[in-house]
Every structure is written in C-alpha cells, then in structure tokens.
C-alpha cells in the first residue's frame, strides 16, 4: 500500500516482489483504468515477444494530434521520442494506456514517486528499448461522466459486430443493449438504444430508457423518461 501517491510508475516499483512471484514468462501487463477498447492481449504478447526489446506500448490513431502528446515511431515501430501536443503535424499515433514490460523494467523505477510517461518511457526510447503497436478497433477515454456513456456506445456496437449474443433481445429492446439476468423490466417499457442495465436493477411500466446506465440496485419508477444518463448509488 502506498504511504504517499507515487505516481503512475512508483507503486510498480512498490510491488515488485508481488510482480515477480510465480512469473514463469518475464511479463506484465499495465493498464490505465479508465479506457476502453477490445484489449487485443495475445496479439499484444506475440507483437513484443516478436521485436524482443524491453517494452511495448499500445497507440490509437486520432483525427486531431494537437491535443495530445503522440509517440513518434520508425518505420519497424521502435519508439523514438514523445512529443508534447505538437503545433505541427509530427503523428496521429496517442499512448493508448496499455503496456507490456519485461519484468526487468521494474528496476528502472526508484522506490519514490515517479511518472512512467515522462520519466520511465523517455529513457527507454533513448536506449531503443519501446515499441509501440497500433490499436485495432475503437479506444475511448473514459475518465468523465460523458465519455464513459461514449466508450458504452463503441462498446456496445463493437459487440454487435462480434459478440451479438451478448446483447439484450425482446419487443422492449430499441438498437444495443445489456441487461443482466436478474434485471426486472416491465414488457411496457421501451430500452434502448444504447443501455446497460447492472444487477437487480428495476424497470418499471412505461419507462423509456436510452443512452444510459444503471448501475446495480438501481431503479425507474413508472413512466419516466431517462436518458444520457448513469444511475447509481
């Protein structure tokens, strides 16, 4: 446990020992936990195994770089520097918050507060030690209230595409949605599009629900109308 906040790249450090317990493969994974996309894994460890350095980071496309700092790569994807919201066009290439280290990583981490971004990944980029990977598919930051109810839309079309047996059938059901089994909807309301709707969540008649959440336990009172909207404790 963290006595003080140690940034993005000191609790690794603080963990290591956890880390290196009953780790046959050498490998860890770190994920920002406020993104979305389809986590492509397995294709993740054979892209890193495959260029054998010390790190791999996954990268999105965006329309607009400026507003980010972007990762600057060769053309065999080896990382050569990160530039901060650049004025001029450089990449459209954004760290989509998922990597993969070689547990000899860890020991570039002192045991204080430090940032990966800035401090650990710069380093690693000098001595050609980072790759990046493009990210297929849709990837959204879901830091805010709005675009959590975003990245539930990507989500719930790219089940669509790949997983439609995951999503929610019935007269009630307009367009995607996830209802867990313990839900109770009355056959009078109208769900969707766009809904996920948590355990033991209540529904009741005449309610009509779109681009929204309910959060476990929740409920819609009778004739309501809810949208653009998470429900929760």
Known sequence: MEDVPLGTAGPIRLAKDIILADNEDSLLFVFNSDVICKFPLAKMVEFHKAHGKQGTIMVTEVEDPSKYGVVVADESNKIERFVEKPKEFISNKINAGLYLFNTSMIDRIENRPTSIEREIFPKMAS???????????????????????????????????????????????????????????????????????????????????????????????????????????
């Not at 309610?207 to 409920?219: D, E, L, R, Y």
């Open 127 to 233: 001595e050609n030690e980072i790759y990046q990977m493009v990210l297929p598919g849709y990837w959204m930051d879901i830091g805010q209230p709005h675009d959590y109810l975003t990245g539930q839309t990507l989500h719930l079309g790219q089940l669509r595409k790949d997983s439609e047996s995951e999503l929610a059938t019935g007269d009630w059901i307009r367009g995607n949605v996830i209802a867990h089994e313990s839900a109770k909807i009355d056959p009078t309301a109208i769900v969707g599009p766009n809904v996920v709707i948590g355990e033991n969540c209540t529904i009741g008649p005449g309610v009509k629900i779109s681009n929204s959440t309910m959060m476990a336990g929740s409920s819609i009172k009778s004739y309501s109308f809810f949208d653009g909207s998470i429900l929760g404790w």
